[in-house]
Structure formats: C-alpha cells, structure tokens
C-alpha cells in the first residue's frame, strides 16, 4: 500500500491515472470538532490490478499541494468515480473551489440499476464484487500519524472494489439507455449553490412550534450569529449554542450578561465573551426588526388541499412504475411530492426530466381521469380511459 507524502509523487501518479478512462475517488475526514470538514486522507484508483494502480494521498504531510488532483478533476476525459459524494465534494469545493468533472456516483447509479433505496457501498461490495468488508476501522481518528495497517487496507478497500462496481453499473446503465438518469441527478452536486450556507437563512432550520413574526425576528438573528461565529471560527454550530438555547434565548430576549446566567440551556462558555456580546446584539436587532420585515414560515404545504383518494393512487401508481422499471421509489418521489401532486401542484420534480418519462407523464394522466389502476394478481396495471 503506497502512500504519498509529496506534490512530485502526486503529480505522477494523476499523470499516469490522466491515461485512464477513470479514476476512483474517496477521502477519509474529520468533523467532529470543527464546523468545515479536516481531511485526512484521500484514496485513488484507476483501472488495474498492479501495486501503483491505487494509492493513498497524505493531504497532511508537509508542503504536499493538492494541486495535481485539482487538474485531474477539471479533464474531462477521466471520469471521477465517488460513492455517496456529496461530503466529498464539498471539502474540494471549498478548499479550492473546484468539481471533479465528469462524476459519477456509484450511490445514485445504483438506485437507478435497482439496487433499492439504502444502496450502501458495503451492499453493493457484496452484491457486485462479492466480497466482505472489514469495518473495524471506520470510525478511527483519521488525522492521527502514522496511520495503522488496518486503517490503510480499510480506506483503500474503498476505491479499489469500487473500480469494479463502477464498470458493472457504466455497462448496465449503457444497456439500459438510463445514463443520462444519472448525469441529470449529479448536477446538483455540481453545483455551488448546493454548498452554499449563508447565515441570514440558518433560522429556517431551527424547529420552532411558535410562528410569531416577533419571535422568529429574533430566531433569525440569533441564527445568523452562531452561523457567521462558527463559520469564521470554524467550530461546529451546537458548540457556540445549540437549537433548544436558540429556542430558549428567543423567548427570553435577555438584555445584558446578567440575564444570560439565569439561562438553563445555554453552555459556561457561552455566557462571556465575543459569544454572550454576538448573543446580545443578535436579540437587540431582532426585537428592533420592523414588521414589515419580519420573517415568516413557510405554511404552504399545510395549506394544499390533498385529495387522499388520489394521492393513494399516486402511491399505488408510483410503486408499480418502479417496480417494473427496478429504479428506487424514493429516487422518483417522496411521499410529500405525491401529495403536492394530489394537490393540484405542477413545479414538483417527479413531473420533469426522466422521472416524467418514468412517472409523471402518467401521474398527471392519472389526475386528468385519463388512466386508472388495475390490479391483476400480484400486478398493478394502467388501464386506458
């Protein structure tokens, strides 16, 4: 197992892979105590079965860039393969701001190929490569030096099985004509709208029973503080304050350092400091927010006037469609989609793309009277009307 500690090795190693029609991708983090994920390591692979076909990369050692892979992701001859790349690919986008193009996710190709809805690596491992994973290592402190024997067979067990999941899936996906399925669902992981958390909406996150215009003011400003707080200080959120102490200092509005002792929610750390002072001026400026720029929640779901029957037989519709096709249901359409659809809603993402052709052309026609369902056995029908 050969890892890399220096920008030479690297850049060799991406040259050589650069010759390949792919590269397999994971990365090993930390998140725990910090709000933007610490990498520990990054494992590559491309197509082979030789000792420097797949490596380990040390993106801790010293004076290593990352550079070298950054130029790998931006050719667009090699396709960049992840399972479940979301996390992955935000702590390259916001350590250079820079996507691995073109992606391919073996999490999201699988639903499409039927694998079910919870298409977990070690599944697919065990289905496709038929082979066993030793998990043991999984939850070890990555950013601990050196690293163990195990630890480096566990993270490079990662990409090299998932060299040969890649091609079964590619393939079925050529026969299949469903590329373009997963081309479409990758998009949002490209785009940087995705991995952008702006402060000024952090409130609508946070739980609340209480729908006052007054008090959301003041959830909205506390919100956006321990946002901004933890984003410069690079601290996890709940370590500033957590959702209940938000909630809490919303609804007590304290004045002063004093006030902030009486609360029984909030940490020791929290009470003093640039902290207790953002706490403070955060409820200050939302208690002084005007009306008419008071923040409001989004009641519109609750408002749809479902019809029960009909979302029954988007289910039943929906259940049948994918079960013929062997795509996850889930993938399609969440059960608060098929309500919005039952509600006479059209801007839903089940009625566009390829869920259309899959689901929505005939849900709409299910909502026109054009079709119903018919049982047969164990099978339900569409029958023309």
């Known amino acids: 197992m050969k890892t890399l500690t220096s ?4 850049q060799a190693f991406c040259e050589a892979a650069a010759q390949h029609d792919y590269v397999t991708v994971d990365t090993e983090f930390l998140r725990e ?3 933007y994920s610490k990498l520990c390591l990054i494992q590559l692979a491309f197509a082979g079965d030789g000792e420097d076909d797949a490596v380990l990369v040390d993106p801790l050692a010293d004076g290593i860039s990352l550079e070298p892979l950054y130029e790998l992701f931006r050719n667009e001859n090699v396709v960049k393969v992840f399972h479940a790349a979301r996390q992955d690919l935000e702590i390259f986008w916001v350590d250079a701001q820079v996507f691995p ?3 391919f996710d073996t999490q999201v ?7 079910g809805e919870q298409a977990g690596y070690e599944t697919l491992v065990r289905k496709i490569v038929k082979q066993g994973l030793d998990k043991t290592s999984r939850f070890t402190d990555w950013s601990r030096r050196p690293l163990s024997e195990a630890q480096k067979t566990y993270a490079l067990a990662d990409v090299t099985h998932l060299r040969k999941i890649y091609e079964f899936l590619a393939a079925e996906l050529d026969k299949s004509g469903r590329a373009h399925w997963v081309t479409e669902e990758l998009q949002v992981l490209t785009d940087p709208a995705t991995y952008d958390i702006r402060p000024e909406d952090a409130w609508k996150r946070v739980k609340t029973r209480t729908s006052s215009g007054k008090f959301l003011a003041v959830v909205r400003e506390l919100a956006a503080f321990r946002e901004t ?3 410069t200080n690079n601290v996890p959120r709940n370590r ?4 209940d102490a938000l909630v809490e200092l919303a609804s007590t509005k304290p004045r ?3 006030d902030l002792g009486g609360s029984r929610l909030l940490l020791r750390e929290a009470r003093k400091g640039a902290i207790a002072e953002g706490i403070l001026e955060a409820v200050a400026k939302g208690v002084a927010c005007p009306p008419e720029k008071h923040p409001k929640m989004d009641r519109s779901k609750e408002k749809l006037q479902v019809n029960p029957a009909l979302a029954d037989l988007l289910r039943v519709l929906l259940k049948a469609k994918t079960e013929a096709e062997g795509v996850a249901a889930k993938l399609i359409a969440p059960s608060a989609d098929l309500d919005a659809i039952a509600a006479g809603l059209r801007d839903v993402p ?3 793309g390829w869920r259309r052709e899959v689901f929505g052309a005939d849900a709409l026609r299910l909502c026109e009277g054009k079709i119903g369902l018919a049982a047969k056995g164990q099978d339900v029908k569409v029958v023309e009307l």
């Open 7 to 10: 920008t030479e090795e690297l």
């Open 256 to 258: 002063n350092p004093g």
């Open 229 to 231: 707080y933890a984003q």
């Open 240 to 243: 500033v304050f957590k959702d």
């Open 350 to 352: 089940a009625l566009s």
């Open 33 to 35: 105590r910090t709000y």
């Open 109 to 115: 190709a699988a639903m499409v190929c039927g694998f």
């Open 101 to 103: 193009k073109p992606l």
